[in-house]
């Protein structure tokens, strides 16, 4: 009998399968039990009928505990009800294994703490095989994106001995008779690796201590950061535009079942097509008071800011040029305003936010070791990052792209917690 997975039932039409799986879901009527399988690929309905099946098949299936994982064998046949557009007429049911107790987690609503602390079980529901679906796509679309475009993956590493992104979300940890800290950004080893290979990215993951209970936030989320020579702002900018329009194209061909099943936005998706809006910080602060905001300017955008601000639009938004006094050190300033630092957060529309961070990088040795020291820094760590500007320093740049807020705002979803498979927050890190 041949094994077959449920995306590639439509191939079986008529003929008599093999399912691996566990039991989702049941409902059963004197004459017949529906039994929901499903087996990682998606859920089918299987149907098993009395008068056919037999009484020794149709009381075993009947009496099946949620999650007892089966081998399930039957006809496939059209069925226009169904979510895969099949159901399965079974003629035969193998439990693999019963369940030893009730499964914690019935289809019925649960609390997202309760949820949360059974992620492990949680991940086999519907949601989440939609969305995990969805950042399996995106992640295999980033790769094709940057393979097609010659980039060479680097992968950076995550215990490292400094600061990339500030000193407040640090963790630490001890190595061996010292100290080190998980990594906040792999730029800066991107930017080596660019002096050696041109056109690089990393996508790893990172972590940050971030004190914040938003739902935005994670402690350790995945960033995806591509980093090329001889780039302007302009030149990463298209960057980050193209990469976003390939991604949302990418999942509307490929996983729009998915997105239909999230009771996603169809609509929405499709709009994010080039050219994206870009604004300054200048006049995104001036659009800010206009709708209300008590942003001063000079500050960064809070949340709420980015929300009123992308509600505005109906693609994501490049705002560039921020005052350099919020950015990060590693940041260029503007030549024709050394108050702005040459940046550009992208937002996603719909009151997502900030998806991509990006810059283009100080490469004169002096202006960078002057900030190094201006934000406290120890300049001994960093010797080796000056060393790009001191062996033929180059102009470039690149972005980090959340792969989690991605996703959400992709997916739809309320909270990234959703959207990494065991995520770690302020609050948690069980199990
Ligand atoms: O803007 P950020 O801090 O930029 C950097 O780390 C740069 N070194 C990137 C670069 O230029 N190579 O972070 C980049 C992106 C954000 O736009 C956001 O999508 C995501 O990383 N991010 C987080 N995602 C989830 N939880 C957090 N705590 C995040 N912090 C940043
Ligand atoms: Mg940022």
Redesign the pocket.
């Known amino acids: 009998m041949q094994h077959v997975y449920i995306e590639n039932i439509a191939k079986y039409e008529g003929q008599t399968v093999e399912l691996k799986g566990w039991l989702y879901n049941k409902r059963s009527s004197k004459k017949l039990v529906f039994l929901q399988v499903r087996d990682g690929t998606g859920i089918i309905q299987a149907v098993v009928f009395r008068p056919e099946a037999g009484e020794e098949l149709y009381q075993l299936c009947d009496r099946m505990m949620q999650e007892t994982s089966l081998i399930v064998t039957g006809l496939v046949r059209k069925d226009e009800r169904s979510e895969v557009g099949f159901e399965l007429a079974v003629t035969n049911v193998e439990i693999v294994a019963a369940p030893t107790q009730e499964y914690p987690l019935s289809p019925k609503e649960h609390g997202v703490d309760f949820l949360l602390g059974n992620r492990h079980l949680w991940l086999r529901s519907r949601r989440p095989l939609a969305i995990m679906r969805i950042r399996h796509e995106i992640i295999q679309a980033i790769h094709d994106f940057f393979d097609q475009r010659g980039f060479l993956r680097i992968d950076t590493p995550i215990f490292t001995p400094a600061a990339?992104?500030g000193t407040s979300t640090l963790f630490e940890t001890k190595y061996f008779d010292s100290m080190a800290y998980l990594t906040?950004?792999?730029?800066l080893y991107?930017e080596a690796a660019a002096a050696a290979f041109g056109k690089v990215y990393c996508f790893g993951p990172?972590f940050?201590a971030?004190k914040s209970k938003t739902r935005?936030?994670?402690?350790e989320?995945w960033?995806l950061?591509p980093?090329v020579a001889f780039l302007d702002l302009d030149g990463d900018m298209d960057l980050a535009e193209d990469l976003i329009s390939y991604l949302v194209e990418r999942v509307l061909t490929k996983r729009r079942h998915e997105l239909q099943m999230l009771e996603r936005d169809i609509g929405a998706l499709e709009k994010v097509i080039k050219p994206f809006v870009r604004i300054s910080y200048d006049d995104a602060v001036a659009k800010l008071k206009e709708l209300g905001s008590d942003i001063q300017y000079g500050d960064d955008f809070g949340g709420d800011d980015e929300t009123i601000l992308t509600k505005q639009f109906d693609k994501p938004l490049m705002v560039h040029r921020y005052p350099a006094d919020v950015k990060?050190f590693y940041m260029k300033r503007d030549p024709q305003d050394s108050t702005k630092a040459l940046c550009v957060?992208?937002l996603a529309p719909e009151g997502y936010g900030?998806?991509?961070?990006?810059?283009i990088r100080e490469d004169d040795y002096e202006k960078l070791l002057a900030a190094i020291h201006k934000h406290g820094l120890n300049t001994a760590d960093f010797e080796w990052y000056l060393d790009l500007r001191r062996y033929g320093s180059f102009p470039h740049g690149?972005?980090?792209?959340?792969l989690?807020?991605?996703v959400g705002w992709i997916c739809g979803t309320h909270h990234?917690r959703e959207c990494i498979p065991f995520p770690r927050m302020l609050e948690r890190i069980y199990p």
């Open positions: 990339c992104e906040q950004s792999g730029q991107a990172t940050r971030e935005r936030h994670l402690t989320f960033m950061e980093e990060a957060d992208v900030e998806i991509v961070g990006g810059s690149g972005f980090g792209m959340g989690e807020r991605t990234i």
